[in-house]
């Protein structure tokens, strides 16, 4: 069975929805630790109450990012995982760290890439008034929230949202879509070909998603 680090820096929901489903048993992996840079990271808690293994590389210890990330390398490489999964991991990760583990380092990101990589993401949409917005589980490459797509998932902006009501629509998306680009990836139907993501399963879900919908 393929094993995965997950690592974070907050709350946790997105590993605690991949936990769930390793619990369940839709998602057949191994998550052999759980590392957050911030010792007062919430999803902590909640991956030791499950009894997952957790780790505490704390950023602010190191001199420099290239410190801390060759620290973070070798703490995750006692577990030799297959895939590093970042949940909400707010890091800024550098080249060495990326290149180490490249091809077996995925990201979720709250927008539809490459539209609004960084930070406040929903308020960014709001503003640019798009009517569709969504998330992206992506590979991982040294730009920014960058890196070949794996799979996204829109949802509409409704009239009256907020940043809170559009967040939480899309943070109910991430929650599915993540434990499903892991299945695929321990599935083996990810490749990573000449930068490009080659996804081994029938495409059947050609519609479009349109938003506002018209009645
Ligand atoms: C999630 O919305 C995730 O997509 C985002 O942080 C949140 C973490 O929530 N990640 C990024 O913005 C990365 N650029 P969680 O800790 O509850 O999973």
Redesign the pocket.
Known sequence: MKSIVIL?S??????ESLLNAVASGSLPICVAAVFSNRADAK?LETAAAKGISTRVVDHQQFASREAFDAAMAEAIDVFSPDLVVL??F?RILSDVFVRHFAGRLI????SLLPSFPG?H?HQRALVEGVRVHG?TVHFVTPAL?HGPIIVQAAVPVLDGDDETSLAARV?AQ?HQVYPLAVRWFAEGRLRLVDGRVEFNAPQDSAGALISPLMR
């Open positions: 974070i907050g709350r946790g929901s997105n590993m999803g949940a909400g707010m990201n979720i990101h709250p930070l993401t998330c929230d943070l991430e």
